[in-house]
């Protein structure tokens, strides 16, 4: 099953959502608290509204009066795109895409982007998508099939990444050791079809942007 989580961060083409999400069939859609301000725009009906219910308008709440809610509290020790992914996780998910999950407030972007932890754990992919950037977790070898030309960005998280093999890129690593102070992996470009990323210890955040 896949699934669409809307939260309440930085939306920038309503285009571009409308196309993105054309392409995923029949998704499961949960918007977190706020999120369902820019569900609403598009014209989205959600399977659930959750969260603590402290961003999301008084007009959107009215609009999707028919859908099921789910309150929390304010006090509480999750953040609502936490309680999504839980939901989303419970659901049986399969391939879970977070939008908005990006904004101003860095802390929640960051805290956004460390919780792509929480699929790695159940086996799900999981990723976080914008208008310039698709970002997601990797934690074993993995052979990818981007576009020649496209921009990818590997970075260590939560420790060292040890004996980094990648190749189809421009700049290719033998062996190679990432830390948190010598992000090397930055804005590598894909040079062939086939791409391939292998590693023995950690985990690899990867970014594949758009200027």
Known sequence: MNVIIFTNG????????EAYIKKINQPYIICADGGANFAKKLNIMPDI????MDSISRETTAFYRNVKYERYPVRKDKT??????????KM???EVTILGALGSR??????NIFLLTCFLDVGIKGKIVNE??????????????????TVVSLLPIGGDVEEINISGFEY???????????????????IH?????????????VIISED
């Open 132 to 149: 310039k950037n698709i970002i997601f977790l990797i934690k074993e070898n993995e052979t990818f099939e981007f576009p020649i030309g």
């Open 49 to 52: 509204i959750l969260g603590d």
């Open 172 to 190: 290719p690593i033998v062996n190679g050791r990432m830390t948190m102070n010598k992000p090397y992996g930055i804005s590598n470009v894909v």
């Open 10 to 17: 930085d939306y920038t083409s309503l285009e571009f959502y």
């Open 106 to 111: 860095l802390d929640h972007s960051l805290g």
């Open 92 to 94: 049986g998910a399969s």
């Open 193 to 205: 079809q086939e791409q391939k990323i292998a590693f023995e210890k950690g985990l690899l955040l």
């Open 80 to 89: 609502d795109t936490e309680l999504a992914i839980n939901h989303a996780i």
